[in-house]
């Protein structure tokens, strides 16, 4: 009887990497706001093409994981490819500076291109590494990460396009760019055969075992549980303290550190290294760390944990702001746990709704995001209007420490 080849599953980790590098374009953003702000651009205009960017990421997700099942993984990638590609490099070639156009091209098609990309790998990667879904996943969404930074240096300090090239080619560079590796990550994003296993992998009882069925939960099913409510409430909490804490690590650090006697130069310096290194380095390692720990660990005590960490961390923030040292400490640890936020929800939906299901359940809870995002930054901002920064971070962390309860009592569910 011949053999059925199987693709070596280790392509699919490379094919992930390149397409998520390419989907963290929308946290470069940033890079591209000092030149359109020295051509008039207002604050509110970079960054309402910013959110309505992510606002259509999150959105389009909720369709694209409808269409994975029929289109199939590799068609969908591709369609991600162009579709942002080509957002950047219209930007490029007829908006230039106006904000309309790029808020269309960069916002609307640029966000949607990620949207729909975004839960292939992590969908494809946990069918080809059932034994190992945290590591796939948690290696996939680093690359979302990391991949930010890379196209932030290469327009900015390490390549100069912007400076160089200009605003116009430095999106139509781009454009090209992340079409032809997400199209080429693209290739080895197909499913593995029916019923196909690792040499030597045994699968676990799971959600799909447990109730008599090898589909998993459909997005219906799943809405009507209570398991589903506490996963999203935990994401919730968790990203809206990260984010939080994200907007305020500059300016909250900034005030704490001189009300403790430091120069505002040195205040200023100190605050900008626990951004851009301490925290940004910890939330791309706490990616990878939180998704292979939780292989160990299991999914549920790995999101205890984190959340409960961040809860004490944030908690007890505003006093780690006031000492250089501890503050870089403290940004080390909240950028750790935001990091694994994206690792073991992924892997969280799928263990307890199904792996099989997990592209079309898993943009329902990533909503959480786009949840978290509004209320912990609005909430540190309204406080911080009125003095209190400080209760932003203790009314964050405490409900950290709430999801961390709502995940501890998870039990796998029922179909009614």
């Keep these: 009887m011949p053999v059925t080849k ?49 606002a259509c990421f999150a959105i389009i ?22 579709v ?38 992590i969908a494809v990667g946990m069918r080809w590494f059932p034994d190992k879904k945290g590591m796939i996943t948690g290696l996939a969404v680093a690359g979302f990460g990391f991949g930010a930074m890379g196209w932030v240096k290469l327009a900015g300090s390490w390549g100069h396009l912007i400076a160089t090239l200009g605003l116009s080619t430095t999106f139509i560079i781009y454009g ?42 459909t997005s219906g099913e799943m809405l009507a549980t209570r398991q589903f409510y506490y996963i999203f409430l935990t994401f919730v909490f968790s990203a809206g303290a990260g984010l939080m804490s994200i907007g305020l690590m500059k300016l909250y650090p900034m005030e ?13 310096a100190i605050a900008g290294t626990a951004m851009a290194i301490f925290f940004s380095l910890a939330n791309g390692i706490g990616r990878i760390a939180w998704g292979m720990m939780s292989d160990l660990m299991g999914r549920k005590a790995a999101i205890v944990i984190m959340t409960a960490t961040q809860g004490i961390c ?4 505003p006093t780690m702001a006031t000492n250089e040292l501890i503050l870089y400490v403290g940004a080390t640890f ?38 978290g995002g509004i209320f912990g930054p609005i909430l540190g901002g309204m406080l911080g209007d009125m003095g209190n920064f400080p209760m932003a971070f203790t ?17 796998p569910p029922k179909r009614i």
């Excluded at 230039?96 to 975004?118: A, D, M, P, Q, R």
């Excluded at 944030?314 to 923030?317: D, L, R, S, T, Y």
């Design 61 to 82: 997700m909720l369709w694209a994981g409808r269409k994975l099942p029929a289109w199939g993984p590799r068609k969908l990638t591709v369609i991600s490819g162009l």
């Design 84 to 121: 942002l590609g080509s957002g950047y490099a219209l930007a490029g070639l007829f908006g230039g500076t106006n904000f309309w156009l790029l808020l269309l091209f960069v916002g609307v098609i640029g966000g949607s291109g990620i949207g729909i990309g975004y839960v292939v790998p």
């Design 395 to 411: 009314i964050c962390g405490v409900l950290c420490l709430v999801g961390a309860v709502l995940t501890y009592n998870i039990q």
């Design 334 to 371: 909240i950028g750790f746990n935001f990091g694994g936020n994206f690792a073991l929800f992924p892997t969280m939906t799928a263990d307890t709704f199904g792996a099989k299901s997990v592209g079309q359940n898993y943009p329902f809870i990533f909503l959480a995001y786009g949840v």
């Design 256 to 268: 704490a550190l001189q009300s403790a006697g430091y120069s505002a130069s040195e205040a200023s």
């Design 314 to 317: 944030v908690i007890g923030f």
């Design 6 to 54: 199987v693709m070596n599953r280790w392509l699919v980790v490379v094919g992930a990497i390149l397409i998520q590098l390419s989907l963290g374009a929308i946290y470069a953003w940033s890079v591209f706001t000092p030149a359109l702000k020295a051509v008039g651009w207002s604050k509110m205009q970079t960054q309402i093409v910013f959110a309505v960017g992510l």
């Design 176 to 217: 090209a760019a992340f079409a032809a590796l997400v199209i080429t990550g693209g290739l080895w994003m197909v499913f593995p055969p029916e019923g196909w296993l690792p040499i030597g992998y045994t699968p676990p009882e799971t959600t799909d075992t447990l109730n008599g069925t090898n589909g998993g939960f």
